[in-house]
Each structure stands twice: as structure tokens, then as C-alpha cells.
């Protein structure tokens, strides 16, 4: 009995301390993953802060040239209608002037521009 015994107290101690270190083990790993969980957590949630951030300076950005683009298009136009204005002033001069010193040439002029109007709206 003593050989069996001490045998089986042996493998029972041996199983038990193997158990043991093999719990421990097990609890190292799970801890070892909670911290990795963490981490990832951590990296990720930096990541989306930062992606965040660039997004709305992107977006920022793009709406400050898109004012810019619109304030020069506006500046832009005006001039252009200025510039129209200018030479609608300038033609109406220019004809009040020709109608005033040739008046006979002007309605023989209106007179052959009508004809023709007249004859290439007819075909």
C-alpha cells in the first residue's frame, strides 16, 4: 500500500500543481487579452479621433475655397456686367451720333437691313 499510495499522492500532488500552474496560465492569457483589448480599443478610438479631425478640416478647407471660388465668380460678373453697360452706353452714343448727322443713310441703312431680315425669314 505504501508504493500505491504514495504513488497516487504523488500523481494526485503532481495534477494538482499541474492544474494549478495550467489555472494560473489560463489566467495570465486571459488578462494578457483584456490588456491587448484594451489597447486596441485605445488605438482605434485615436484613429477615429484623428480621422475625425482630418474629415473636418478636409470639410472646412473645401467650403472656405468654395467661398472663394463663388466671391471671385461674383466679382467677376460684375465686372463683366459693368463692362457690358460700359459699351451698351458707348454703341447707344455711337448711334445717336450717326442718326443725328446722316439721318437719310440710317433708315436707307434700317431700310436694307429689314429687307433682308425679310427675305431670309421667308425661306
Do not use: H
Amino acid at each position: 500500500m505504501s508504493a500505491t499510495s504514495t504513488e497516487a499522492g504523488m500523481s494526485d500532488w503532481t495534477d494538482k500543481a499541474t492544474r494549478e500552474r495550467l489555472e494560473k496560465d489560463v489566467a495570465a492569457v486571459k488578462s494578457d487579452i483584456a490588456a491587448l483589448t484594451d489597447q486596441i480599443t485605445d488605438a482605434l478610438n485615436s484613429f477615429a479621433n484623428s480621422t475625425s479631425r482630418q474629415a473636418r478640416r478636409g470639410y472646412r478647407q473645401a467650403r472656405e475655397n468654395m467661398d472663394t471660388a463663388i466671391d471671385d465668380v461674383s466679382e467677376r460678373g460684375g465686372a463683366m456686367m459693368d463692362a457690358a453697360q460700359e459699351a451698351y452706353g458707348s454703341i447707344e452714343e455711337t448711334l445717336e451720333d450717326a442718326i443725328t448727322q446722316r439721318p437719310l443713310a440710317t433708315v436707307g441703312l434700317a431700310l436694307g437691313i429689314g429687307f433682308l431680315i425679310g427675305a431670309a425669314w421667308r425661306r
